[in-house]
């Protein structure tokens, strides 16, 4: 396993606490930065047709903060200029609405920012070992509410068009 450390201007969290666009934001922020670009991913009402009620999330935590670490350094290698990497991912149950990942990235230009912030969430998609529970709703034929849940690895979540992660 790869051990990194993450930088000190960089903030990285698995948390049970909502997320605050506004506080990832401003931890990304850097006189430096001509952009910061932040990514926040959440609970929608749907997935492949399912009336989607709560989403709930679990995490190997020490590994998935490495996975963070990680992504900061691949990052810096391949956009040299970026101050800033902000990664925290909400874990529990999450009602529809609500943020489940916020990423951020500062830098001095918007295309390296973009292009960084774009290869942070879709790689802590694919590497972080963080799973979901998905749980439904629906109706049976004497018109009773049904609910159902199932659990997915987020690295199976590729929904075309969704922002869930």
């Given amino acids: 396993m790869i051990t990194t450390k993450a930088r000190v201007e960089d903030s990285f969290g698995v948390t049970l606490a909502p997320l605050s666009v506004e506080e990832i934001y401003s ?5 430096a930065n001509g952009a910061v670009v932040l990514m ?13 009620v709560a989403l709930e999330y679990q995490v190997y935590e020490p ?6 670490y990680q992504i900061a350094e691949d990052i810096r290698n391949q956009w040299t200029d970026v ?22 990235v500062g830098c001095p230009h918007r295309g ?7 290869y942070a969430i879709d790689t802590l998609k694919h590497n ?14 004497d018109g009773s509410v049904i609910l159902q849940s199932s659990w997915v690895s987020i690295k199976n979540c590729n929904h075309e068009g969704g922002t869930e992660v």
């Avoid at 390296?112 to 774009?118: K, P, R, T």
């Avoid at 979901?132 to 049976?140: I, Q, V």
């Fill in 83 to 104: 101050s800033r990497v902000v990664i925290y991912h909400r874990i529990g149950r999450l009602l529809v609405g609500e943020i489940s990942v916020v990423v951020a």
């Fill in 63 to 68: 590994m998935a903060l490495q996975v963070f």
């Fill in 128 to 141: 972080a070992p963080i799973w979901k529970k998905e749980h439904y709703s629906g109706m049976g034929e």
């Fill in 40 to 52: 926040s991913g959440m609970v929608r009402n749907q997935t492949d047709g399912k009336s989607v």
């Fill in 27 to 31: 931890q990304a922020d850097n006189p």
């Fill in 112 to 118: 390296e920012a973009f292009a960084a912030c774009e």
